[in-house]
């Protein structure tokens, strides 16, 4: 029998940071201030974990541009330092840096195979199909990658989920680390886009001005870097998590909407801003892209840390 854990990334809506983690932001709204909130605590459940050189396999599904596709690899290709002295601040690699304190030990991600589909299952998939494409790539300390296009509905998406990571076994029983997210800029930018769009309920601020120009992508890889974050240090439904092992908050997960200092329920926090574009962003990667990445829980200070 084929083992599978899924896990459910929170979406980005307002309702979700209201309903889910009214606590969690470094400052909030005076009327919330008298709740005392549950401490988040991400335990450790004794359970392998991804250390040492991981490979992220890409599997693209769907219709995705050279520019699209390019932002999305130049994130991950930033995750990793290019120094041995360490990331400089603000970059993509100090945020991924937090993770080695989870792991004891670097988690270096390579950009491994990729591989592009032109719908081959149709524009509307099930969780049990895009587990089965990842079966397309080697299953040894990776990441296996599904992004989907605008176009394709995928189960739970925009209802629960923006994206999601799980693990099954391979063809000769070894376990597997996998993960979907998709492009919401069709579907659900107010859930699954935000803050490069207006929430679907809350405050209709104006959005955020998106760093790489595309509010689709630029919130794709917000949901990219939860889901992978996850993927190392809760890899096999053992590692580090909050609650039930079915729906757990995880390094990211458990700091929903948090960008920046002073981050409340639809206000993602202080950020900066790009003097020449005006997008909001708040990491440096490969190739002079800026990102907005959200912020990790920090195991050593039992904190959100944003970047900002």
Known sequence: MVANVRFVTITFSLF????????????????????????????????????????????????????????????????????????????????????QKYLGSPSTIAVGKQVSLNYPLGKELKDSQIQALTSK???????????????????DFCMNSCGTHGWTRGSKGQKYAYAWVGNAVSQCPGECAWPFHRPIVGPQTPPLVAPNGDVGIDGLVINLATVLAGAVTNPFDGGYFQGPPTAPLEAVSACTGIFGSGA?????????????????????????????????????????????
């Open 137 to 155: 790539f080697s299953h040894v300390n990776t990441v296996n990658l599904v992004l989907t296009a605008s176009d394709v509905a995928v189960e």
């Open 16 to 99: 979700a940071l209201l309903a889910i983690l009214p606590g969690s932001f470094s400052a909030i709204p005076r009327k919330l201030a008298l709740v005392k909130p549950e401490p988040i605590v991400l335990k450790y459940h004794k359970g392998e974990l991804l250390k040492g050189n991981t490979t992220v396999n890409l599997l693209w599904y769907g219709k995705f541009t050279p520019s699209q596709r390019a932002i999305v690899v130049d994130f991950l290709k930033s995750l990793s330092p290019t120094s041995r002295r360490g990331p400089p601040p603000q970059t993509v690699a100090s945020w991924w840096s937090t993770t």
């Open 264 to 308: 409340y329920p639809g206000f993602p926090g202080t950020v900066l801003v790009d003097k020449t574009t005006g997008a909001s962003y708040n990491a440096r990667g490969a190739n002079g892209r800026e990102y907005l990445l959200p912020a990790m829980w920090d195991p050593k200070t039992s904190t959100c840390k944003p970047l900002a």
